[in-house]
């Protein structure tokens, strides 16, 4: 199996260790923004490390279930489109039984296995897809900020409506990037997140927590 590329192990060493911003019971290893990487002569050729930032949805939905415990306490949880994984750690961290993160990047699954462990918590963790699968054996659906174009709005929608309408919560945290997407679903918070991919919160952005009926 070939080993991860000189991309990949440069950018994992440029990390640094923050306070997650909003969520200070978390530290997250994340890319700064004067990181050597963006000013790489082709940054392109790095994809988009999606897992090497917090993104807003992410963070006010850990904000959420840190503050209504309640959720998620006792529950299986199933984290999509984990990221660096931070609402899957605010979930355990509030007592979460079991808790899954699934997201398609390996990377993205490993950035959030050693975000665990710097928060002292466990994760499964999965890089199957899981979008348009019956989920069975969950009982909370957390989706941080995969909301993020047209596109998979249209079959990510349908799918978290139909795995809510089975009786599973599904808790969406989004900064509204694809208008009139998440309509008619219950807004129970709203905070002032970093917008995007700036740990240090320079400029903030109002995202929702909404629940999906
Ligand atoms: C903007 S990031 C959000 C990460 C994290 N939840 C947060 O808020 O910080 C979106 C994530 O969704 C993942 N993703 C996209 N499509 C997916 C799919 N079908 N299954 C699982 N993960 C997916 C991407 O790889 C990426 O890590």
Known sequence: MPGPDKEELSLHSELRLFNAFHVPELKLWLLPPDAPSWHAPDPSKLG???WAFAWPGGVALARYVLDHPEVVR???VLDFGSGCA???IAAARAGAKFVLCSDIDPQALKAGERNA???GVTLRATTTDLMGVELHGVDVLLVG???YDEAIAQRLIPW???QAARGITVLVGDPLRVSGALEGAEVLATHDCPFD???RG???WPTQVLRIA
Do not use: S, W
């Open 48 to 50: 988009m490390p999606y």
């Open 74 to 76: 006792g529950k299986h």
């Open 86 to 88: 931070i609402e899957a």
């Open 117 to 119: 462990a710097q928060n």
């Open 145 to 147: 900020d995969v909301c």
């Open 160 to 162: 978290l409506r139909a």
């Open 197 to 199: 991919g700036d740990p």
């Open 202 to 204: 320079t400029t903030l």
